[in-house]
């Protein structure tokens, strides 16, 4: 809102500065109709008459006084005007730094999340811990570190935001693409195990009495998993 009023004073100062300009020019015509006038004449051009202020109060102001005061109360005001400008350009430059400065930031929070990623992700080999245990273990570590890769996704985006906003270079941040490709796999890689034990734990619960005569479901849920594991389904 601020910066749309500064704009509409900035459209308008080239009229303003054409009604002082003519303010003065009706002073000078004035000043030479009292002189030429004279006695009664001049008297009556120059004459005090009744002003009402700001807040109601009543002053005797002559008319060439108040048409001497514009210029001065013009120049005044582009003076506050030009001291607003430096203002928002030195403001603005500052908040170009700071975001310059995060983005920086940004580059090294990136960096230091994918080595710490890497340093904890869970194994997926033959070797891992497949007991349930182990896979619950995985699990909630996979889901944790897809919460602060989503935080650090926010940021990232905030601040490209704020880098189109002052129109600055989108900053490039390999580690953080790093990061999001490597975890993002973790996640879809323990979303199939997740699945897999959710449908495994269905069968389960079931009544052997109830269940013998649906064996095949048993072979169709075995041939499908494998299917999922060679990545033909």
Do not use: N
Not at 67 to 88: I, K, Y
Not at 126 to 150: P, R, T
Not at 186 to 212: I, P
Request: with cysteine; glycine share 8%.
């Amino acid at each position: 809102a601020a910066q749309t009023a500064f704009a509409e004073l900035r459209e308008q100062q080239g009229a303003m500065a054409s009604a002082v300009s003519q303010s003065e020019a009706l002073k000078r015509q004035l000043v030479q109709l009292s002189h030429q006038a004279g006695g009664v004449a001049a008297e009556a051009a120059l004459a005090p008459t009744a002003v009402t202020l700001p807040g109601g109060e009543v002053a005797q102001v002559s008319i060439l006084e108040r048409v001497s005061s514009l210029p001065d109360t013009w120049t005044g005001f582009e003076r506050a005007l030009g001291a607003f400008d430096d203002r928002v350009r030195d403001e603005r430059e500052r908040l170009r730094e700071t975001v310059r400065s995060s983005a920086e930031g940004m580059s090294k929070q990136a960096a230091s999340f994918l080595s710490r990623w890497r340093g904890v992700r869970p194994p997926t080999d033959a070797d891992a811990d497949w007991s349930d245990e182990g896979v619950d273990k995985a699990l909630a570590l996979v889901a944790q570190w897809e919460e602060g890769l989503a935080g650090l996704e926010k940021e990232a985006s905030d601040l490209k935001a704020s880098c189109e906003a002052f129109g600055m270079e989108p900053p490039q941040w390999g580690h953080f693409d790093e990061a999001k490709e490597e975890v993002g796999s973790a996640v879809k890689s323990w979303a199939v195990m997740r699945e897999y034990r959710a449908v495994r734990s269905g069968f389960a619960k079931e009544d052997w009495l109830g269940f013998r005569s649906r064996i095949f479901e048993l072979q169709d849920f075995a041939a499908e998993w494998m299917a999922k594991c060679r990545g033909d389904a």
